[in-house]
Nanobody, 127 residues
Framework: QAQLVESGGGVVQPGGSLRLSCAGT????????VAWFRQAPGKEREAVSC????????WYRWTVKGRFTISRDSAKNTVYLQMTNLKPEDTAVYFC????????????????????RGQGTQVTVSS
């Protein structure tokens, strides 16, 4: 059974940085598309970023582009989300999800396309 486990969340001041990790077990993350989603209290879930299966294609939500970077470490079977210049509006539970296959630009933000999801890690940006 494939599983995803997130870590790296915490409390950080505005302008600070965090690196989230999404570790995979039961399935190698090189062969799936992996995305990060987030959900803040009282708000809808939103797609943050995605790295495609077996190629370096990445996508970002426009509000995080230039601040967040998604990457994959094949040896550690882990996908990272490096977040810099964090803002209070980035506060949310962040969770990763994997799709067994490749995605296209018009698909990556569709939460229902993902086959496995982690439990999430809290990110709080506050002074």
């Amino acid at each position: 059974q494939a599983q995803l486990v997130e870590s790296g969340g915490g409390v950080v001041q505005p302008g600070g940085s965090l690196r989230l990790s999404c570790a995979g077990t039961g399935h190698h993350l090189d062969y799936v598309a992996v995305a990060w989603f987030r959900q803040a209290p009282g708000k809808e879930r939103e797609a943050v970023s995605c790295i495609n299966r077996e190629d370096p294609t990445t996508w970002y939500r426009w509000t995080v582009k230039g601040r967040f970077t998604i990457s994959r470490d094949s040896a550690k079977n882990t996908v990272y989300l490096q977040m810099t210049n964090l803002k209070p509006e980035d506060t949310a539970v962040y969770f990763c999800a994997a799709h067994d296959g490749r995605l296209y630009t018009y698909q990556w933000e569709d939460y229902e396309r993902y086959d496995w999801r982690g439990q999430g890690t809290q990110v709080t940006v506050s002074s």
